[in-house]
């Protein structure tokens, strides 16, 4: 069955950086378009980014430009979500989820989900 296990949450202070994994298994990884949500307490889960199977074209939700980069390794299935200059609002569980569509940037595009991982940022 299809597996989605992430890594690289953790705490960390104002500023700092992290670098989520996600290694995929049991699906054909490179024709699956990957995508980072989060989930802070009490809210909806939300799209941080993410990469096209095609081409690797990318898309991020606004807060995340300029400061977070997606990535994937077709050889290792394993998508990343590199997040530098961290904000106390970048607190949650982080998710990555599998989607068969070219773009997808909406939870219910995904079928696959990830159990996710807690990234805290203390200012």
């Known amino acids: 069955q299809v597996q989605l296990v992430e890594s690289g949450g953790g705490l960390v202070q104002v500023g700092g950086s992290l670098r989520l994994s996600c290694a995929a298994s049991?699906?054909?990884?490179?024709?699956?378009?990957m995508g980072w949500f989060r989930q802070a307490p009490g809210t909806e889960r939300e799209f941080v980014a993410q990469?096209?199977?095609?081409?690797?074209?990318?898309s991020y939700q606004n807060s995340a430009k300029g400061r977070f980069i997606i990535s994937r390794d077709n050889a290792k299935n394993t998508v990343y979500l590199q997040m530098n200059s961290l904000k106390p609002e970048d607190t949650g569980v982080y998710y990555c989820?599998?989607?068969?569509?070219?773009?997808?940037?909406?939870?219910?595009?995904?079928?696959?989900w990830g159990q996710g991982t807690q990234v805290t940022v203390s200012s």
């Open positions: 989820a599998a989607s068969a569509d070219l773009v997808a940037a909406q939870k219910r595009e995904y079928s696959y």
């Open positions: 049991g699906l054909t990884f490179s024709r699956y378009t």
């Open positions: 990469i096209s199977w095609s081409r690797g074209g990318t």
